[in-house]
């Protein structure tokens, strides 16, 4: 069975400095999918950031990219230069023949 | 761009009621996810649907039934609502199941059972 594990329940951060979120996951398929969703406040759920397993390279979007470690199943995503409306709740996530969700990091960005 | 409406953002019921929870894309998206979100727990799959009038059960579907009669609305149904439904529900579809597609969510209903 798959599973998503998020150990950083809060994290904060100043504006302007990076911060990295941690994911492990566990799954026994070889092609997987691996995502970064944030949930702002009162607001709507979005896509940050994807990868394919089996793209070596790490996935980049503006800000946000992803420490993608296939053997060790680590997903990390590092926000640099944190802004404001950075501050929201962030889900891990992966998909072999569903979409499982880790447990969220409520990131806290500091003026 | 794609959005996914859902009919309310607060919702106060009490127990033993009949909930509906209705929930509308606009981009003619296959498939229609039911979620339920809570601390500590992260989202978790209630019911999904591929099609018109189909429906598969996710991980916790025990107190729940859907209904999807028309592809854009995909409804989620407590039959006899309990405290322990009191809960944020979210919405969700996507062109493709699975794979590298996003889904889109909608605003959520957050549900309260006295």
């Known amino acids: 069975a798959q599973t998503v594990t998020q150990s950083q329940p809060e994290m904060s951060v100043q504006e302007a400095e990076t911060v990295t979120l941690s994911c492990t996951y566990d799954t026994s398929e070889n092609n997987y999918y691996l995502f970064w969703y944030k949930q702002p406040p009162s607001r709507q759920m979005i896509l940050v950031i994807r990868?394919?397993?089996?793209?070596?390279q790490n996935a980049t979007e503006n800000r946000f990219s992803v420490n993608f470690q296939k053997a060790a199943k680590s997903f990390s995503l590092k926000i640099s230069d944190s802004q404001l409306g950075d501050t929201a709740m962030y889900f891990c996530?992966?998909?072999?023949?569903?979409?499982?969700f880790g447990t969220g990091t409520r990131l806290q960005v500091f003026p | 761009d794609v959005k996914v409406t859902q009919s309310s953002r607060y919702l106060v019921k009490r127990t033993g009621e009949k909930v509906f929870l209705e929930c509308v894309q606009d981009?003619?998206?296959?498939?229609m996810f039911w979620y339920r979100q809570d601390p500590g727990l992260g989202l978790r799959l209630i019911y999904f649907s591929y099609d018109v009038k189909m429906k598969e059960k996710g991980d916790i579907p025990e107190g729940y039934s859907v209904s999807r009669e028309k592809k854009e609305r995909f409804s989620l149904i407590l039959e006899s609502a309990s405290t322990n439904q009191t809960s944020m529900y979210l919405c969700?579809?996507?062109?493709?199941?699975?794979?590298?597609?996003?889904?889109?969510f909608g605003p959520g209903t957050r549900l309260t059972v006295l």
């Open positions: 969700a579809s996507t062109e493709l199941a699975g794979g590298y597609n996003e889904q889109f």
């Open positions: 990868q394919e397993a089996y793209k070596q």
């Open positions: 996530a992966s998909d072999t023949d569903k979409l499982i």
């Open positions: 981009m003619d998206h296959e498939n």
